[in-house]
């Protein structure tokens, strides 16, 4: 490091005040994107897309609760006046129930100070375009579901005893128990389209499926309960 001449002793001391003034927020990136593994399930880096969490693309320097396009923030986290950064962040990932009473995160928080470190000078180098978003290993597979070939987009769905027989455009039908389909829908610019709902999964992950929706709507027009 280049210093300015000034008496040794003056330097010295500027250099320990300064480093111990920063010990806590001295993170490491790179430690912080492991860390973040604990974050994938609920939250990406990429911007605007938004899982059960916001996205954290841009958190540093904001607004709590303030994210475009995310629908489903609590009051309270709205209401909070938080700002945040270093400090902020570190409470919430502590224990965010005691620095927002009634927000709707699900975690019970992060005990180690060092873990803590890491994660934020992670979130803030992404935050910087300083370091890259990592794809969380726990981070549900989203894909265009507009894109989806023959073999998923669903034609039409038999629901008779205890099963679903869902036929895709490739003219199979494939029939599935009752307790492993779920039904869901996909509001998104990734959901399928109008009309067209979508099977995932079938086959590939063995017995359990899902199928999606566009809307709500679609559901009691598309299922047919017969047997014929
Ligand atoms: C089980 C899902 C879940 C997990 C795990 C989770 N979060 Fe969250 N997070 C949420 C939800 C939901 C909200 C919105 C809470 C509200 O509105 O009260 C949120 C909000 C936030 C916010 C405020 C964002 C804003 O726009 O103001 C930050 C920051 C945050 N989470 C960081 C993290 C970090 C870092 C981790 C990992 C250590 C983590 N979260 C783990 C679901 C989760």
């Known amino acids: 490091m280049r210093t300015p001449r000034k008496p040794a002793a003056i330097g010295l001391a500027i250099l320990v005040l300064t480093v111990s003034a920063n010990a806590r927020a001295e993170g490491d990136p790179r430690r912080g ?46 209401e909070s006046g938080v700002l945040w950064n ?3 962040l570190d409470a919430w990932l502590q224990n965010p129930a005691a620095l927002i009473p009634r927000n709707t995160m699900v975690f019970r928080g992060l005990p180690d100070a060092r873990a803590r470190d890491d994660l934020i000078a992670y979130l803030k180098a992404v ?32 629901y008779c005893g205890d099963a679903y027989h869902v ?24 959901g399928p389209a109008k009309g067209q709902p979508v099977l995932v999964g079938a086959g590939m992950a063995g017995d359990r499926a899902q199928l999606v929706f566009a809307h709500p709507g679609e559901i009691s027009s598309f299922v047919k309960a017969r047997c014929d």
């Open 127 to 158: 935050s910087e375009g300083k370091a890259a978003a990592v794809r969380g290993m726990m981070q549900p597979q989203l894909s265009d579901l507009k894109k989806a070939g023959a073999d998923s987009l669903v034609k039409a769905i038999r």
């Open 86 to 88: 270093e400090k902020t």
């Open 33 to 78: 994107a492991q860390v973040f593994q604990a974050c994938a399930a609920c939250h990406s880096l990429e911007p605007a897309q938004h899982l059960t969490g916001p996205s954290l693309a841009s958190v540093f320097g904001r607004k709590a609760g303030a994210v475009e396009g995310f629908q489903r923030y609590s009051m309270a986290l709205k």
């Open 167 to 190: 036929t895709t455009g490739d003219g199979e039908t494939v029939q599935i128990w009752e307790f492993n389909l779920r039904l869901k829908t996909d509001s998104s610019k990734r």
